[in-house]
Nanobody, 125 residues
Framework: QVQLVESGGGLVQAGGSLRVSCAAS????????MGWFRQAPGKEREFVAA?????????HYKDSVKGRFTISRDNAKNTVYLQMNNLKPEDTAVYYC?????????????????WGQGTQVTVSS
């Protein structure tokens, strides 16, 4: 089964940018739809963005991150990225990547089979 490892989190001031990455253990990442979720303290894990498999990749975003976050994938490197610009304090959370062996984008945690361990993103005001 594919394993996922996130990296790139950290502390940034409001208005700043971060890019988090998710590296997969298998070369078959190209056959998975990938998602990013986040979980803030005391809150449920929520959908942030997803990208389907294929060279183009259909994307979908949580409304509050549209225009600020961009999900992308490099199948040759078995890696998925989440570029986060104009960060806000409310973006503070642990960010998780997830994979599902389907061409269809999904928005709920139950739709994803494999999860990474998460990376902390903290945005100071």
């Amino acid at each position: 089964q594919v394993q996922l490892v996130e990296s790139g989190g950290g502390l940034v001031q409001a208005g700043g940018s971060l890019r988090v990455s998710c590296a997969a253990s298998e070369r078959t990442l190209s056959r998975y739809t990938m998602g990013w979720f986040r979980q803030a303290p005391g809150k449920e894990r929520e959908f942030v963005a997803a990208i389907s498999w294929g060279s183009g990749g259909t994307t979908h975003y949580k409304d509050s991150v549209k225009g600020r976050f961009t999900i992308s994938r490099d199948n040759a490197k078995n890696t998925v990225y989440l570029q986060m610009n104009n960060l806000k304090p409310e973006d503070t959370a642990v960010y998780y990547c997830a994979a599902r062996p389907s061409i269809l984008v999904a928005l709920t945690t139950n739709d994803y089979d494999v999860w990474g361990q998460g990376t902390q993103v903290t945005v100071s005001s």
